[in-house]
């Protein structure tokens, strides 16, 4: 069976959510998002420095693992062994968003650079909650997160001058299965039960 990166998908999902909500906003021309940012994935982004395209240098990054201890989470027994194909495992992923947020109108001003990454905190769970495979279909937020203690970012980062960061662990489950196997049928047979059918005995046979 195909198979999805989850954490990856997640990334798409939640800025599906946001791209969404942006539009929704526009059209009724209420509740509009406080705050604008874009999402993306992988160790690397962490690191770059973005301050275009929609929310400027607000941005949302799905970072597997602990970026500190490189942990991945664990792994336990899965319990639909009679699926086909069963789950062998469980996977508690561990991931980590990474979130900046930035107030371009005082960028020395580090109350408002604090207030408006407590705002992109707000649309990141959302968007997290609310993400949907886009592969799939399938809900991949909802029940499936464990939350973690956030922290904030090191100041030496080298965004500092544009907002501050939040980094927020959380533990996303999914299953990893077995391969799937063929299911036969065996067909029954066939027993004439017509009384009035006769089988003729051969010579020397007793009925």
């Known amino acids: 069976m195909s198979y999805h990166f989850a954490l990856a998908q997640l990334a798409l999902g939640m800025q599906a959510f946001i791209v969404g909500a942006t539009v929704d906003a526009q059209k009724t021309k209420a509740n509009p998002l406080p705050i604008q940012a874009t999402v993306s994935f992988g160790w690397r982004a962490r690191e770059m420095i973005l301050n275009q395209g929609p929310g400027g240098a607000n941005r949302i990054v799905v970072i597997p693992g602990d970026p500190q201890s490189g942990s991945a989470g664990q792994f336990t027994r899965g319990h639909q062994v009679s699926s086909n194909p069963r789950t062998l495992l469980t996977w508690h992923k561990l991931a980590t968003l990474s979130v900046w947020g930035v107030d371009t109108t005082g960028l020395q001003d580090e109350a408002k650079q604090a207030a408006a990454t407590e705002t992109l905190v707000e649309l990141a769970v959302q968007a997290l909650h609310n993400a949907i495979d886009p592969a799939t279909g399938d809900l991949l ?62 010579k020397g046979d007793i009925p």
């Not at 996303?172 to 391969?179: A, I, K, W, Y």
């Not at 049928?185 to 066939?190: G, L, W």
């Open 141 to 202: 937020g909802v029940a499936n997160i464990t939350w973690g203690s956030p922290r904030w970012g090191a100041p030496a980062n080298t965004n500092q001058y544009f907002g501050r960061e939040l980094l927020i662990p959380f533990t996303q489950r999914g299953p990893l299965f077995d391969q799937a196997f063929a299911v036969t049928t065996t067909a029954k047979a066939v027993i004439n039960r017509d009384p009035t059918i006769t089988t003729p005995f051969p």
